[in-house]
């Protein structure tokens, strides 16, 4: 096995939207970069394919459209999900940076008229959706970081991190074609690589037919997590409304525009159960939609008949930037917006924060660290980032935190050496037996208790039971057999996604009360209880033990 | 598939890792190795230099 060493002052792992503007951020603060990722950064991540919405407030005269107004926002819909001191730092501050950044790198946030195209859907007071053709922000991202300078590793799969006396120093991992191994030392590391998505069984029968991009495993947090860093938020079980068959995304479009909720018995149910209706905010769609279904009033559609020509166009282009192969679904499948309402279920849970601007994942402070020293964390693999705008603006902050972090340490000694070739062997154990399991055949065991122990309705005595099982799992972990390096790739990614199912029904049992139901509905403790549990379940390794703390968050 | 030139662009860029280049007669040629793990991004077709690609979907999720 051929073993190459690099040596920089940033290491960022996962090249997807926040990876790519830590790189540019650490870049153009001086620092040297390396950015390792499974894929190539041209294309990897959540939004490789294109994206059409980007969340922000412009200060245009309204009072909601201002950062007072915003952070509201993220108390109404987030109330005890995160930090508003620490959003403030990662994303409102950085906030005009990144839409000039967005336009300057050759995918501007506006129309060709240079207008913003806003709506508003999800709980918001205005319209904090701007609508945006992202079908090239990431080929345009990937060449800002290449032309920055900064070495691209694509392909390369990052499989853990290097402590050195308490301090994390880098990582290791290898290329996904060649084999080729990487042991990398860092003055500063960044964690980027997105969210947990092939943790639940998929109700469209492909695990990766999933709403967010399948090739997101919660390896970050996991390798983390080893590393001694702490995460939050992990009880909350995102999901979200999907066409029916095709896990594509296109809610925000489709209520952003007007569309509206329908039972089979011809009721707008939205409209009844909540004053802010189909605009409500999406775990209340999702949570009423599970209730019509689990009453027997499914199947359930999205309606947009009543669109103008105008607005159905709009809507068809935009579902197109942000899926760009959902209008070849809609044509092959015979579906027509403007014709018929188009069958919707709800989606497969994932580890994905509990709302559009509160997140889930290692915990950051307002300078996007760690709580290890040397490590940093971005985007959907953090706490107080999320979605699209909070991997733009907070990859930025990661990028120059760790690059004025990495300016005052000084090395003389090599501190990799605690990565030894049996080590380094051990990474690779798969491809060497003779025979073993399917990585496959594990993952789908940890889906189905997922999705049967630690799914909406949550009880100790399922979580607990649930907790077992994964447990139990975890034994065969080491009897996995990799017939390629692309299956090798496969095996690591299950090894986390055990290991964030684990995390989610420790963290689940441990929150007693319901906050942003279904995410996290307790059947045994119901209600939201703001007395008690405002705020923070922050989770971390004690030995090989997982321990659970509460962190309270206040408002003023 | 008769557009294509064998450049290896999609293979460069699946996020899946799912195109791979085999040889064929006169060049090598992409092909999907691993057609379920298709995540559908449509990277793929929108940065094939020949238009040579196509999305076809699977009868499960045409007919689910």
Not at chain 1, 504 to 526: C, G, I, Q, V, W
């Amino acid at each position: 096995m051929e073993i190459v060493n690099i040596s920089t002052d940033v290491l960022i792992v996962g090249g997807g939207l926040a990876g790519t503007n830590a790189a540019m951020g650490a870049s153009q603060k001086g620092a040297s970069v390396v950015v390792a990722d499974k894929g190539n950064i041209n294309r990897s991540g959540d939004i490789g394919g294109g994206v059409d919405h980007f969340l922000a407030f412009l200060n245009e005269g309204q009072k909601w459209d201002t950062r007072e107004g915003f952070l509201n926002y993220v108390e109404k819909i987030g109330r005890g999900t995160g930090h508003l001191s620490i959003i403030d730092s990662v994303y409102c501050a950085e906030l005009p940076d990144a839409i000039e950044r967005m336009a300057k790198i050759g995918t501007p946030l506006t129309q060709s008229d240079g207008t913003f195209f806003r709506t508003g859907s999800m709980g918001q007071p205005g319209t904090f959706w701007i609508n945006f053709n992202g079908k090239k922000l990431k080929p345009c991202l990937g060449k800002a970081v290449r032309k920055l300078g900064c070495t691209v590793l694509d392909k390369v799969m990052m499989v853990d991190l290097i402590n050195h006396q308490g301090t994390v120093v880098g990582g290791v991992g290898f290329h996904i074609r060649n084999g080729i191994f990487y042991v990398i030392e860092a003055k500063a590391t960044i964690i980027a690589t997105g969210n947990t998505n092939r943790l639940y069984e998929n109700p469209r029968i492909n695990p990766f037919n999933t709403w967010l991009c399948p090739f997101d495993t919660g390896d970050g947090q996991i390798m983390a997590l080893k590393a001694g860093a702490a995460l939050t938020n992990m009880e909350y079980m995102r999901m979200t409304l999907l066409p029916k068959g095709f896990a594509a995304p296109g809610f925000n479009a489709l209520v952003g525009m007007g569309g509206r909720f329908l039972n089979s018995l011809g009721e707008y149910y939205m409209e009844k159960h909540n004053s802010m209706g189909n605009r409500a905010p999406r775990y209340e769609v999702v949570f009423h939609t599970l209730e019509e279904i689990r009453k027997g009033h499914g199947p359930i559609y999205i309606d947009c008949r009543h669109l103008t020509e105008k607005d159905l166009t709009h809507l068809m282009a935009t579902l197109g930037y942000d899926k760009d192969t959902l209008p070849d679904y809609f044509e092959q499948r015979g579906e027509d917006l403007s014709a018929k309402p188009v069958a919707i279920t709800v989606s497969e849970g994932m580890q994905a924060g509990p709302t559009e601007v509160t997140g889930s994942g290692i915990k950051i402070d307002k300078e996007s660290a760690a709580t290890v020293p040397g490590l940093f964390a971005c985007g959907d693999a953090c706490d107080h980032n999320r979605c699209v705008h909070g991997a733009i603006t907070g990859g930025y902050k990661a990028g120059k935190s760790a690059a004025a972090y990495a300016k005052t340490i000084s090395r003389g000694e090599d501190i990799t050496n605690s990565m030894t070739r049996a080590k380094i062997e051990r990474f690779m154990e798969p491809l060497q037996r003779a025979s073993g399991h399917p990585y496959r055949q594990i993952e789908d065991s940890i889906r189905k208790i997922m999705a049967e122990h630690v799914g909406p309705r949550r009880t100790e005595q399922a979580l607990t039971y649930g907790l077992e099982k994964l447990q139990r799992i975890e034994h065969y972990l080491d009897e996995i057999k990799a017939n390629d390096l692309h299956e090798l790739m496969r095996t690591h990614e299950t090894r986390s996604i055990l290991a964030v199912g684990k995390l989610m029904a420790t963290t689940a049992l441990f929150r007693e009360e319901s906050r942003n139901k279904p995410y996290h509905h307790r059947l045994d403790f119901p209600d939201t209880d703001d007395t008690n549990w405002c705020g923070l379940v922050v989770v971390s390794k004690d030995g090989e033990e997982l321990s659970c703390s509460f962190e309270p968050i206040t408002y003023g | 598939m008769h557009k294509c030139t064998g450049c290896g662009l999609c293979d460069s860029i699946c996020p899946a890792d799912a195109i791979y280049m085999q040889t064929a007669e006169d060049a090598d040629i992409p092909y999907l190795k691993y057609p379920e793990e298709c995540w559908h991004c449509g990277s793929c077709r929108q940065d094939c230099p020949d238009e040579a690609i196509e999305i076809e979907f699977p009868p499960d999720m045409l007919s689910i």
